[in-house]
């Protein structure tokens, strides 16, 4: 039986964990989006902080917010699987909890998708600290990548990304602590020829001392890891996609202003 999703929604799913403190921020920049006809589905990872007592009180306030409170730990993917799962939309979109958007980013991206026939879309991004307007670099994306190209560049932010699940279909991340979010795209990548790119920056990316990415060694061995473990490359291959993967992280971080 085909699952039928309702036309022109964009349900938006955003995993939290202990995220009292920018949730407010990044729901509100869902909320100043001038496309009005999203849901968002707010998955709870277990915070042991106040983040499930202030998405209570959200929830009440916008009835487009939906929440799912998770028993126990599981991680981001797992927390997006099961936002997925209960999303009613067509188009799926991403954001985490410490994240931001511009207000035009569904109305562009949508417009994009639908003026082109695109299934599968990301956008450029500005990245920064602690202020949106104090950026410390913009990533620029490509016109189209295909998988090979995702493999040594992983360019494409999951903030940025919609799918419409009329086009790729039903899909699910895998129960990876990191990287999961570029193994779906690869996954998807291995159906569908190409994502397209949006090179406008219509994403805010946080980083800080915290984040997963900030930590440059783990990432490394966290996209070995996926190369070898999910993508069951073999060693000659993944030395090769690894090597261009460093080298285009080094450049990226050297700086697209």
């Known amino acids: 039986m085909i699952k039928k999703y309702q036309t022109d929604l964009v349900s938006i799913v955003m995993p939290?964990?202990?995220?009292?403190?920018?949730?407010?921020?990044?729901?509100?920049?869902?909320?100043?989006?001038?496309?009005?006809?999203?849901?968002?589905?707010?998955?709870?990872?277990?915070?042991?902080?106040?983040?499930?007592?202030?998405?209570?009180?959200?929830?009440k306030q916008d009835a487009r917010i939906k929440t799912i409170f998770l028993p126990e730990n599981r991680g981001s993917g797992f927390a997006r699987n099961e936002g997925i799962s209960q999303a009613r939309g067509r188009y799926i979109a991403f954001l985490d909890s410490d994240d931001l958007w511009h207000p035009?980013?569904?109305?562009?991206?949508?417009?994009?998708?639908?003026?082109?026939?695109?299934?599968f879309s990301f956008t450029a991004y500005h990245v920064f600290e602690q202020h949106p307007a104090e950026q410390k670099r913009t990533v620029r994306v490509p016109e189209?990548?295909?998988?090979?190209?995702?493999?040594?560049?992983?360019?494409?932010?999951?903030?940025?990304?919609?799918?419409?699940?009329?086009?790729?279909?039903?899909?699910?991340?895998?129960?990876m602590r990191a990287r999961q979010d570029t193994a779906t795209w690869l996954t998807i990548l291995k159906q569908h020829a190409y994502a397209?790119?949006?090179?406008?920056?219509?994403?805010?990316?946080?980083?800080?001392?915290?984040?997963?990415?900030?930590n440059k060694w783990r990432m490394l061995q966290k996209n070995w890891h996926m190369y070898r473990e999910q993508e069951k490359l073999s060693f000659l291959d993944t030395s090769y996609v690894f090597s261009c993967y460093v080298w285009n992280a080094l450049w990226k971080r050297r700086g697209q202003k």
């Open 16 to 59: 939290t964990y202990n995220s009292e403190g920018q949730l407010h921020a990044s729901i509100a920049s869902i909320q100043k989006q001038t496309y009005k006809h999203w849901e968002l589905l707010v998955v709870d990872d277990c915070s042991s902080d106040k983040t499930a007592e202030h998405l209570q009180k959200l929830a």
């Open 196 to 214: 397209y790119g949006l090179n406008e920056p219509l994403a805010y990316y946080r980083v800080s001392a915290a984040s997963l990415s900030s």
């Open 144 to 175: 189209k990548i295909n998988y090979r190209q995702l493999l040594k560049n992983t360019i494409i932010g999951c903030l940025t990304v919609m799918i419409d699940r009329e086009e790729v279909g039903d899909f699910r991340m895998p129960l």
């Open 104 to 119: 035009e980013k569904l109305t562009k991206q949508l417009d994009f998708m639908k003026t082109h026939g695109y299934g």
